[in-house]
């Protein structure tokens, strides 16, 4: 291994002169960053075929699960359809979404442990690639569940009111449901001192948001403080809105939820952008 | 002419640890720069803030000329950084080629290189025959050997090597030493932080020796050792301050420093004319000696003249 020789081609010299970039624009390097950090992710995923699996089918499997198990027990009179499946399935979307959320965060979280976070800010990328790697990581993976929830429920007995333009619509409000989530779980992931406190909180704050919602039960039927607290949950517009494109087609409930969530994202975002940048600052002031 | 390391006064405080106190470092272009010291001396402070990772409290530090917290983004594109523990487990499902290839990307390698600098940088660390294997079955010396293979991807103008045979086999060790001394023949300036005596002797042209946050004294490990004086002799007593008082007014002794492992240092010109000088004042004064070596002074014996204390003692206490 010694007196081995690196080879100084032309390129290095015009690396290192004073003030120019390696290669292409700011802008190129962005998309070569977040290519690159997503291009982990997805690594990552495929070498362990049972989490991929597990990953991609657990919204089926809770829909299954859901649907025929529990269906014979629920009166049709309280949740208004006689397909509980078609009620189920905008519930288990949002509870996808919100469970993605802690194993999204999850790998953000390691790599700030074991001080991989570290060695990547010693790099010359952008702070922002680091975050928008996993957004995008998220909404595909995100995106692969709704496809295949909809497939096994379209399959086994729903029919959707909105037809196929509603489902896109089910799609954008599931992604930004899931932005707004991962961009609080992802704040929290730097936020806390260690692991131990960040699934601590996930563990209550996850249910708790899922029951306080109509993910499970329909806002009529809950008690009055109950049903107030859900009307102020994020969760509740995003399965409303769902449900009645799933069960009745479009309404103008549709248009409310996504201003809701758009404005719950934008809000999470900001606070996410915040927490990363306060806990990177110390670095890069 | 700009050095590559050049810091003022460059200070990080904790709360109201000082964890690194008024450091000024200078390596120039070419420089195998040490940092030596005990744990906790504060040498990965000071590369956690020359590596744009920590702010300094005050003080400032420059590197290739430009400042580490007013242009970290030009900080970043001239440095590689090899970290004292590989974060290796969070990567373990990647193959080590794909790890190379990312970190090839995300230090903007030109593509039209990009392939050829992962070959031999893997190479170059004996690791292309492991290429394709996932990291996760690496022993502890290939984690590191692939670390370094990702410093130099981008050619930087500084390497930074934070303790990097730490807790490695003598066979990795002298590995890592190999590509090192390559480097330099490379003329790349490389900043090594370090408590290894040997790694330190055997590698830099340059040193600061740090203790508690402060640079004790710097210079080449010959000047640091010819200032010590010229030889060493070691003395083991069951009394050994009897001893030390019993030649310390001798003419022909520079120096005494009792040791924390009760030995007795005697430091003078020439050990073959005061080795007899120390036997027959010991029988004068009926003191037993249990052993007595002498040897050229190694930079334990520098960190010792000028802390009181020995290296050795601290790196297996730590």
Known sequence: MAGRVISRDATSSAQTAPGTRASGSACAEWREEVAALTRRWFLQLVRERLNLLLSVTQPAIWLVFFGSALGRTIDRDVIGTSNYVGFMLAGVIAFTVVTNTVTGAMPMLWDKETGYLDKLLSMPIARSSLIVSRFLFQFVLGTAQVLLVFVVAVATSVDVASGVLGGVAILAIAGLLSMALTALSTALAYRVPSHGT??????????????????????????????????????????????????????????????????????????????????TGERTR | MTGVIETDSLTRSFGDRLAVDRLDLRAEAGDIFGLLGPNGAGKTTTIRMLTTLLTPSSGAARICGFDVSREPGAVRRRIGYVMQSVPWQVNRLLRAREIVEIEAALHHVPQRVRRERVDEALDLLGLLPHADRLIGEFSGGMHKRLDLACGLLHRPELLVLDEPTLGLDVQSRHRIWDYILGLRDEGVTVLLATNYLDEADRLCNRLTIMDNGRSVVSGSPAELKHAVAADVIQVATSSPERLRDAIAHEPWVKNTILTDSNEVHIYVKDASQALPAVMSLSLANDLGLERVTYTQPSLDDVFLLHTGRELRDLEVGA
């Open chain 1, 198 to 279: 960040f699934f601590a909180i996930m563990g209550v704050v996850t249910l708790t948001v899922v029951f306080l919602s109509n993910a499970f039960v329909p806002l009529d039927s809950m008690p009055p403080w109950m049903m107030i607290v859900a009307r102020l949950n994020p969760l509740t517009y995003a399965i409303e809105a769902m449900r009645i494109l799933v069960l009745e087609g479009w309404d103008v409930t549709v248009m409310r939820a996504l201003i809701v969530l758009g404005l719950f994202a934008g809000g999470s975002l900001a606070v996410g952008a915040f927490e990363f940048r306060r806990h």
